[in-house]
């Protein structure tokens, strides 16, 4: 490679692809850290889809982190029992978080949050703008952009997919899509109900097909519903009165179904990616996986890719980034993707069967989850997101890896997550330990934080509330010879690259 491709400008440390709910998490993150990041987005203008957004709570504590989980929280519904097929009652009102439920809430509010969020930071939102082509070295990564009819091509450092389940970033890196068609023929509507469901969403499936219906939280329902008996292709025409019946064969009723705003009739894939980073683009999002959407787990997982992905991201460009961490993305998040394709199969499976077996399994699964409690506990904590940990290094104490609760701290904030909200490691230590001298080489990149209980052991809470590490060590001397250690793991500490000002 020549000296004069080095030596080529950058328009912007990081383009991201897709202006959804991943890309904005993202670009806000960045923003908030000083790197300028750009979208750029096919819509000319900002999503109106009116989807249910079932937000679960370990979804909820990423976006508390960034201080904007309430203001979503009061744009929908709680719903803190979800019924999963008939009889089979999920309770989350019991689940180890500040959110103890499931907030169903329509995207563009979510979409609209996290853009207000990503601008006030300082992020750029380029809308209309189709990306066409992709190529990149060793550098960085040369983007092409079509605007009224005229392409440009941007550098950029980093690249992020997130467009959609059709990526032009995927097919440009010719990266291969691997999975199957599951279902065919899903219906899809937004809708008045003049006697809805007793639950604000709820899940049936027999042998006639399967219903899934859920509140806006404004008076409008979604519903999603595939009659096994009558499978079209995606492009037959679609009336309330299909969506209707094939809802109360399934369901009994179409609670006084009416007023329809929205109507769609498609297929759903389970697909993956087999690499989520290549060279130096990433991956995330529907660019990486897709699913059903009655599990209603996709756009979660997405959020959470991009809370794991912004801040590794804002370390490989300020220069602090310990070699392989840009490597850990994939590492992380594939399985992570890997268990939701797995799990919504599995209940996809349950609900679309036909057979003796899957019957059987439907009449059963209510009993044993209800008898079995550590079943149910189990089942909650991977659809809420709580379950969820990453793979720690051999030896490493228990909790590393693991999801961090929102800890009570001595002081303000007085909480962890609030802690969090500036973007940083938070290291929790009492006072009067060596935290602050251990620490003190790294900056503004960790901040120091007193737990409210004696208890714990010393923990590094990474930015995207995941647990770097614990140290049960107490000595003094001992102690700031760990806690530099594991320091020097995950933030290098003297930056060597500096950030690009934003473009002008």
Not at 315 to 330: N, S
Request: aromatic residues 6%; hydrophobic residues 40%; contains cysteine.
């Amino acid at each position: 490679m020549g000296l004069e491709t080095l030596m080529v400008p950058f328009d912007t440390d990081v383009l991201v692809v897709g202006a959804g709910p991943a890309g904005l998490l993202i670009a806000g993150d960045l923003a908030a850290r000083g790197v300028s990041c750009t979208i750029v987005e096919r819509d000319p203008r900002r999503s109106t889809l009116n989807q249910a957004f079932p937000l679960h709570a370990r979804t909820l504590e990423q976006l508390d982190a960034r201080d904007v989980a309430d203001e979503l929280i009061d744009t929908g519904t709680i719903v803190e029992e979800i019924r999963l097929f008939d009889g089979l009652d999920l309770d989350l009102s019991r689940l180890p978080s500040r959110f103890p439920f499931l907030l169903c809430t329509p995207r563009h509010n979510a979409e609209r949050v996290l853009e207000e969020r990503a601008t006030r930071l300082g992020a750029e939102i380029v809308r209309g703008a189709e990306t066409v082509g992709l190529s990149q070295d060793a550098a960085g990564v040369d983007v092409d952009v079509c605007v009224d009819g005229t392409v440009r091509t941007w550098r950029a450092r980093f690249v992020v997919g997130a467009d959609d389940l059709r990526s032009v970033v995927r097919d440009a890196l010719g990266v291969p899509f691997p999975g199957r068609s599951t279902v065919q023929s899903v219906m899809q509507a937004d809708v008045r109900l003049e006697a809805p469901p007793e639950r604000e969403l709820i899940l049936v499936a027999n042998d006639e097909g399967f219903s899934f219906v859920s509140s806006h939280g404004d008076g409008w329902y979604q519903v999603i519903t595939w009659d096994r008996r009558r499978q079209l292709p995606d492009s037959a025409r679609l009336s309330i009165h299909e969506v209707s019946e094939a809802t109360r064969r399934v369901t009994g009723s179409d609670f006084g179904m009416h007023d329809a705003r929205h109507l769609s009739r498609s297929h759903s894939d389970e697909r993956q990616v087999l690499r989520y980073r290549v060279g130096r683009v990433f991956l995330a999002a529907e660019t990486a996986y897709v699913h059903s959407l009655a599990c209603g787990q996709g756009m979660n997982t997405g959020l959470q890719d991009a809370a794991n992905l912004g801040w590794k991201l804002g370390a490989g460009v300020q220069g602090w980034a310990p070699d392989g961490l840009l490597d850990t993305y994939h590492t992380e998040r594939y399985p992570v993707g890997r268990r939701a394709l797995r799990l919504n199969g599995i209940l996809l499976a349950v609900a679309m069967g036909s057979t003796r077996r899957s019957r059987a399994a439907r009449s059963m699964l209510p009993a044993v989850v209800g008898r079995v409690r550590p079943l149910g506990r189990r089942l909650a904590g991977a659809l809420s997101g709580l379950g969820i940990s990453y793979p720690a290094l051999p030896g490493a104490h228990r909790l590393a890896g693991q999801r961090a609760p929102d800890i009570h701290l001595t002081g303000e904030p007085i909480r962890l997550y609030e802690a969090l909200r500036a973007g940083h490691f938070v290291l929790l230590a009492p006072t009067g330990d060596p935290a602050e001298a251990a620490g003190a080489p790294y900056g503004e990149r960790v901040v120091h934080a007193v737990p409210a209980s004696a208890d714990l052991p010393v923990l590094l809470i990474r930015p995207d509330g995941y647990i770097a590490c614990a140290i049960d060590e107490r000595n003094p001397v001992s102690l700031e010879v760990a806690l530099r250690a594991a320091l020097a793991a995950w933030c290098t500490a003297h930056p060597s690259v500096a950030s690009t000002t934003k473009p002008g």
